[in-house]
């Protein structure tokens, strides 16, 4: 009761200082920006890990070089509708695509660009969910055998469309007195897909399996195999059951050696940006000392009164330990409702800095997404919370203190 008449208390009176409001804003805009980056780190390696798990394969098999006598190495997989057999009993495989791949060059109405040409069968491409998202590619994926499907920014480079033929240029072709002649293919633009990332929206062209075979003089023979699995997060754990049915005739190359220096990238900088925004946190409630002590100074007399009257230095001390955590608490609470909302509500709020900066904030080329990512979590708001309250209370415990052990005597001496 007594913390809430102070708290309620005008300046006037001696109640709360200036620097109390002070220290509730620094809060609220400490949690805030805490709550804000944890959710934009949260999105934006989900989103990063979706782009990756639903366009690339979760595990990759390779076969083993061979060479022949004149030392020319071969890795191809003679044997790859058998490999892909053993792989797809295996349990927690849901999908085990021969393909063929080759980078060439591809050239539309003057323009070029390279790409990466992957052959598979159009029942394997089912199996890449952002490659056949309906919601954002365009096309007819029915008449996948007729053509080829190109990325959205395949599309964009070459300036083709959907209906249009593009020429897929291949330095390795036939090999002739004269040397080697490029293999060049003209192909109809089927399907354009957008996959989510950059990167693959850029280079990548899907085309038939028999057709990328015979282009690339590969008849009867696979690249590799891409598998698919139930459980991506913990591939691993089916690497040892795919060596038990491949033996040694292969070598396995999982989503997570391909893109684990950037996952552990993303890690350091979540662990560094959490300690950085745990320092602004920190120093934020600091200013609920300053304001204590004032609140302190200016009650002297009333705690020398409430002394003298009996009450206790624990009572003193909960008294204001009361009225610096509610600064606490308080701003923690406005925080969380800040960051919550920034992180619902994203898409307009980047959408209108992108606007008033004119344009050019966000550049996929760099980032490799699209958009700016938000995914709000309990545990992150959770953290948030817990970080916000307890270096509240801490930091309150001392000016309280203070205030409980000052001596009635002195305080009421030259009242």
């Given at each position: ?97 021969p393909v063929v791949t080759g980078q060439v060059m591809a050239s539309h109405g003057g323009r070029n660009a390279g790409v990466q040409v ?79 990332r950059y990167d693959i929206d850029q280079v990548r062209v899907y085309m038939p399996f028999a057709e990328a075979q015979s282009y690339f003089n590969l008849e009867g023979r696979a690249g590799l195999i ?190």
């Open positions: 009761m007594i913390a809430w008449r102070y708290l309620r208390a005008k300046r006037a009176e001696g109640g709360v200082s200036v620097m109390t409001w002070i220290s509730l804003l620094g809060i609220t805009l400490a949690v805030f920006a805490l709550i804000a980056t944890l959710s934009v780190r949260a999105g934006f390696r989900a989103e990063f890990v979706d782009t990756i798990l639903g366009a690339n394969p979760h595990l990759s098999v390779y076969g083993v070089t061979q060479y022949d006598e004149a030392g020319n190495g071969d890795d191809t997989l003679r044997d790859y509708e058998a490999l892909a057999g053993k792989i797809r009993a295996l349990p927690g495989v849901t999908s085990a695509a992957t052959g598979i069968t159009r029942a394997d491409l089912d199996s890449l969910p952002r490659v056949i998202d309906p919601a954002t590619g365009h096309g007819d994926l029915d008449r996948f055998a007729e053509g080829v499907a190109i990325g959205s920014g395949v599309a964009q480079s070459l300036g083709a469309t959907v209906g249009d033929r593009i020429k897929l240029i291949s330095p390795d072709g036939a090999k002739t007195p004269f040397g080697t002649s490029p293999r060049v293919g003209t192909f109809e633009v089927v399907y354009i897909f957008s996959a989510g891409e598998v698919m699995v139930e459980d991506p997060e913990h591939v691993e754990r089916l690497i040892p059951d795919v060596w038990n049915v491949l033996g040694n005739d292969a070598v396995l190359y999982s989503w997570r050696d391909a893109s684990g220096a950037f996952l552990r990238a993303l890690t350091v900088e979540d662990n560094v940006m959490f300690v950085i925004l745990s320092v602004l946190v920190l120093i934020a409630t600091m200013n609920i000392v300053s304001g204590l002590i004032m609140l302190v100074k200016n009650k002297g007399r009333d705690i020398g009164i409430l002394r003298t009257l009996g009450l206790s230095e624990g009572a003193v001390l909960r008294i204001f330990f009361l009225c610096g955590a509610f600064t606490g608490i308080a701003g923690t609470l406005a925080g969380v409702i800040l960051g919550c909302l920034f992180a619902i509500y994203i898409d307009p709020i980047f959408a209108a800095v992108n606007a008033l900066s004119g344009g050019g904030v966000w550049d996929p080329s760099i980032r490799g997404i699209y958009y700016l990512p938000a995914k709000l979590q309990a545990s992150d708001v959770l953290s948030a919370v817990a970080l916000s309250l307890g270096m509240s209370f801490v930091v309150t415990i001392f000016p309280a203190r203070r205030a409980a052990r000052m001596n009635p005597v002195d305080a009421l001496r030259y009242e």
